[in-house]
């Protein structure tokens, strides 16, 4: 039976294109913020963009953090998160003073220091394996990701897969038991990116 | 480390993607969801449609071709041509678009980009002039406005100070020629705009991407190469790696 994938719709930006990702791969993903179709998922993807605040008022307003806790924390259900869905799991934002977040990992979100370099960091950016993860299987040490982000996820690295260089290294991924995330977009980063798409869809299901 | 890109820049006319030289005489380069399909495959780091029947005929911007092309798009897509409003943005971007770029419009109303840079963020943002040479000097050109009094300097300073992310700099007389890209313009640009640039226009050879990119430019657009020319966006591509230059193959 193939895997029951949600991506959950928080009004965080356009998620047609993660959701296209998977049927790219042969998968199906409902978009959905509906809290039954939510439970009945085999696995779980928070992409979006946007601002944190707001993404976690929206997240509240769903109802949507006591659930995701119980499917993530105590139902162990694969999870992904991807770009501001990665930040999201951090203990707290920087983003426009600070917010709480979900806290799955210890970790704060805090933006790029300002030097002679862009913010936000745009752009093709290789990332070097930091802990083995499933998500990079068949992906070469050092490939490119596609990158769009203002604040990072600054945390120590037990937890990191991943790391990016811009200026400063600091954390591309990390997965913890169950909980996966990207601050790059495998939607938007090709044939590396796709493979991470099928890697997730390829976990086993607990 | 940040890497330089390979763009595809190609037009939208009569629902097909279709390539100018020198902004006249159009051909075709086939089906724009075939086409990204095959752009998709051959390893490009993003691509630029810009759809002209919008901007010149003054069309509704064809939304259902952005999302064909948007669903075959595993890599960023800027879209232009017609925006006129924020409205017209939110439209794109919600057909898939990632970027979207900005000629006419801001030439004309300048704080659009402004509007939509506090909106969508800054990286959404391409802001586009077309330039062309006349007595040894630089001005800015626009497809339906002709040429026009505006110092290019001025006005992608101008872009910069809205809030534009990048600016893509196409050379008219370079445009579909094989001549390489104009490297004075693009010499005279670095020095002054620190925007990202994307140069377009006069790509023939790999050899001319490395000079454009030892010039100072942050992406090479091209189109005429891709259709007309042995090379391919890889080929292209480990030419420049192997000269050192920070590619993504």
């Known amino acids: 039976m193939s895997a029951n994938i949600v991506i959950i719709d928080y009004k965080m930006g356009n998620l047609r294109s993660v959701q296209k990702a998977f049927e790219h791969i042969g998968e199906s993903a409902i978009i959905s913020n509906d809290l039954s179709i939510i439970q009945n998922a085999s696995k779980l993807v928070l992409p979006g963009v946007g601002a944190f605040k707001d993404a976690m008022h929206n997240l509240r307003e769903l109802g949507l953090i006591d659930l995701l806790n119980e499917e993530i924390l105590e139902k162990k259900k694969p999870f992904l998160g991807i770009c501001l869905g990665m930040q999201l799991i951090a203990t707290k934002s920087y983003e426009f003073g600070e917010t709480k977040g979900l806290g799955w990992i210890d970790a704060e979100i805090t933006r790029f220091a300002d030097t002679d370099l862009k913010i936000p960091h745009v752009g093709w950016n290789s990332v070097q394996y930091a802990n083995p993860s499933p998500l990079f299987e068949s992906i070469p040490d050092n490939s490119d990701f596609y990158f769009v982000h203002s604040y990072y996820f600054d945390a120590n690295r037990t937890y990191a897969t991943g790391i990016c260089d811009y200026g400063t290294e600091f954390i591309a991924s990390v997965q913890k038991e169950n909980i996966y995330a990207t601050q790059f977009h495998p939607e938007k980063s090709q044939t590396h990116g796709l493979r991470i798409i099928e890697n997730f869809s390829k976990l086993p299901i607990c | 480390m940040l890497k330089h890109r390979l763009i595809p820049c190609v037009l939208l006319k009569n629902w097909q993607l279709v390539k100018s030289i020198q902004f006249d005489s159009y051909r075709t380069i086939g089906h724009p969801t075939a086409t990204v399909r095959i752009y998709n495959a051959r390893n490009v780091d993003e691509l630029i449609v810009l759809d002209i029947d919008a901007s010149l005929n003054n069309e509704p911007i064809n939304t259902e071709i952005i999302t064909d092309m948007a669903n075959e798009c595993f890599m960023p897509l800027t879209i232009g041509g017609g925006i006129k409003t924020l ?12 970027k979207i770029s900005l000629n006419s419009q801001a030439i004309l109303t300048p704080s659009l980009i402004h509007e939509i840079a506090t909106v969508y963020g800054s990286q959404c943002v391409v802001a586009s002039i077309d330039i062309k040479k006349i007595d040894g000097h630089y001005h800015v050109y626009n497809k339906s406005m002709g040429v026009l009094n505006i110092d290019p300097i001025e006005l992608a300073r101008e872009y910069e100070a809205q809030g534009a992310g990048e600016l893509l700099l196409t050379s008219v007389d370079h445009e579909g020629t094989t001549k390489g890209y104009d490297l004075d313009l693009l010499r005279l640009f670095h020095d002054k705009i620190k925007l990202p640039i994307i140069i377009n226009g006069g790509m023939g050879s790999p050899e001319d991407g490395k000079k454009a990119l030892e010039m100072g430019a942050d992406a090479l657009a091209a189109a005429y190469i891709f259709h007309f020319s042995k090379y391919t966006p890889n080929m292209i591509k480990k030419e420049l790696l192997d000269h050192g230059f920070s590619i993504r193959v």
């Open chain 2, 87 to 98: 409205e017209d943005v939110s439209i794109i971007l919600n057909a898939g678009a990632d």
